[in-house]
Nanobody, 123 residues
């Protein structure tokens, strides 16, 4: 069993930056692919970043490529999401995800979710 706790959300002006962090409990963290999703009000949850268990490969949808960077520290059981050049449309609850397959560059069959952290970008 893995528990995921996100932190680092908040209110930021457009063009600003935030760094989200996800801390995982459980002994198998280093063996899991990890990722971030987001869900805006009235919209479906969408994929924004993923990283393989070793950190050797990262994946992003085109909509965030170049602005968001995912990284992980297996010694600390953390996965971070650095977000730069934030836009009002980035406003959403951001969720950490763990233990999934990567299919065509996207996570599939996700096992664990965090509770989410709110990110609000003002214009």
């Amino acid at each position: 069993q893995v528990q995921l706790v996100e932190s680092g959300g908040g209110l930021v002006q457009a063009g600003g930056s935030l760094r989200l962090s996800c801390t995982a409990s459980g002994r198998s963290f280093s063996g899991y692919n990890m990722g971030w999703f987001r869900q805006a009000p009235g919209k479906e949850r969408e994929f924004v970043a993923a990283i393989t268990w070793s950190g050797g490969n990262t994946y992003y949808p085109q909509s965030v490529k170049g602005r968001l960077t995912i990284s992980r520290d297996n010694a600390k059981n953390t996965v971070d999401l650095q977000m730069n050049g934030l836009k009002p449309e980035d406003t959403a609850v951001y969720y950490c995800a763990a233990d999934f397959f990567v299919v065509n560059g996207r996570p599939s069959r996700i096992t664990y979710w965090g509770q989410g952290t709110q990110v609000t970008v003002s214009s």
